[in-house]
Structures are given as C-alpha cells and as structure tokens.
T-cell receptor, first 116, second 111 residues
Framework: DAGVTQSPTHLIKTRGQQVTLRCSPKSGHDTVSWYQQALGQGPQFIFQYYEEEERQRGNFPDRFSGHQYPNYSSELNVNALLLGDSALYLC???FGRGQRTNEKLFFGSGTQLSVL | LAKTTQPISMDSYEGQEVNITCSHNNIATNDYITWYQQFPSQGPRFIIQGYKTKVTNEVASLFIPADRKSSTLSLPRVSLSDTAVYYCLVGSNQAGTALIFGKGTTLSVSS
C-alpha cells in the first residue's frame, strides 16, 4: 500500500516564476492538506482540500492556490515566486471528510523548493 | 485552537528514558493530543494520540493528567535513531479547523 507520494522531490526556480507541486494521497484517504516548512521551523498550514474544494486556509497570500481532483490527488500552485517561498512543501492526507482534525495525518516526504 | 508550548531542545544518551512535556492550557473538551516525529528532509510521522489518562503503543507512551492542560510523551530506552524533532499538537473535531504545528522539540541522543 503506497503512502503519500509527492513530486518532484526537488525543484529550483527563479523569482517571479510559477511552480506546481503534486501530491497523491494514501489509498483510501479523501482529504489533502498542504504545509510549508521553512528551515528550522515547524510546518505551517497552507490549506486543506476535501471533495475538490478548499475547506480551510491558513495565513497565506492568494499567490498560493490549489486543486483537488476526483481521484483525491492534489496540486499546489505558487505564482510570482519570492525568495521567501524557498521551503519544504509537505502534503498530508487523512480520512475525515475534511472535518475531523483528530484524524491521523500521513505525510509525504515533501518537495524541496529553492527560489533563486 | 489550543496553543502548545514545548521545550525547544533536549539531550539524552542511548538507553535512557526521555520525557517531553507539552503545555496546552486552553485545551477544549473535544480536543485530542497528538504527537508527531520528524527526521530531516522527511515529513512528520504519527507517533501517538490520546484524549485522557495514559495511552501506550509499541514506540511510546502518552500521559495526560486529569485536567488535560499538559501531556508528556515518554520514549523508553532511546537510541541514536530517535534523534528527531517531536511535535505536540492539539486538535478539535470541529469542522473547518486544521492541525497547527508549533516549533517542536529537537531531541538529540548521544552514545
């Protein structure tokens, strides 16, 4: 049983560019959450998707957007990249119909994004 | 969401028991307490979850006093491979809320 898979594992972009990160949730999971983790910090919540809709959003600008497909996979898009967007981007899946936060989160290994 | 407070770092030696305490004074009635472990360049991994009293699994124990304003993660006989960051999270099953991570506790285990 495959866990959460993310692609690509590493990515280098320049300021002003756009990037798309991808996530396939663990089999049977219906909810996908995205986190940004800067070096030495805890993961910061970006947003959560359930039933192809954004259900919850953290304190991130509109440059960060996402999508969830009918097969529950998800994408994170970041426009107009800034140097400060350099971080490890983590995808987490869970089964909870987007409502229960005491559900276990299963994380992927993340995408390391470097903005030059 | 309840805010959590943990020590920034802890040091231990192989074979010792490590206890990491988390403070969550504003925990709500429906909140669960969950601990995650994270190694460098990897996503966090679920360790243990509890609501009250004591929970034990194959890797750790979680102690929660009656007032639930704190919790203690206990790692028995740590090894070098337990060197990681440990996060304490408090969550509600209210719709529209998400799990929020703090800065965690960096545990360093030496030989």
């Amino acid at each position: 049983d495959a866990g959460v898979t993310q692609s690509p594992t590493h990515l280098i972009k320049t300021r002003g560019q756009q990037v798309t990160l991808r996530c396939s949730p663990k089999s049977g999971h219906d909810t996908v959450s995205w986190y940004q983790q800067a070096l030495g910090q805890g993961p910061q919540f970006i947003f959560q998707y359930y039933e192809e809709e954004e259900r919850q959003r953290g304190n991130f600008p509109d440059r960060f957007s996402g999508h969830q497909y009918p097969n529950y996979s998800s994408e994170l898009n970041v426009n107009a990249l800034l140097l400060g967007d350099s971080a490890l981007y983590l995808c987490a899946s869970s089964f909870g119909r987007g409502q229960r936060t005491n559900e276990k989160l299963f994380f992927g290994s993340g995408t390391q994004l470097s903005v030059l | 969401l309840a805010k959590t407070t943990q020590p920034i770092s802890m040091d231990s030696y192989e074979g010792q028991e490590v206890n990491i305490t988390c403070s969550h004074n504003n925990i709500a009635t429906n909140d669960y307490i969950t601990w995650y472990q994270q190694f460098p360049s990897q996503g966090p991994r679920f360790i243990i979850q509890g609501y009250k009293t004591k929970v034990t699994n194959e890797v750790a124990s979680l102690f929660i006093p009656a007032d639930r304003k704190s919790s203690t993660l206990s790692l028995p006989r740590v090894s070098l491979s337990d060197t990681a960051v440990y996060y304490c999270l408090v969550g509600s099953n209210q719709a529209g809320t998400a799990l929020i991570f703090g800065k965690g506790t960096t545990l360093s285990v030496s030989s």
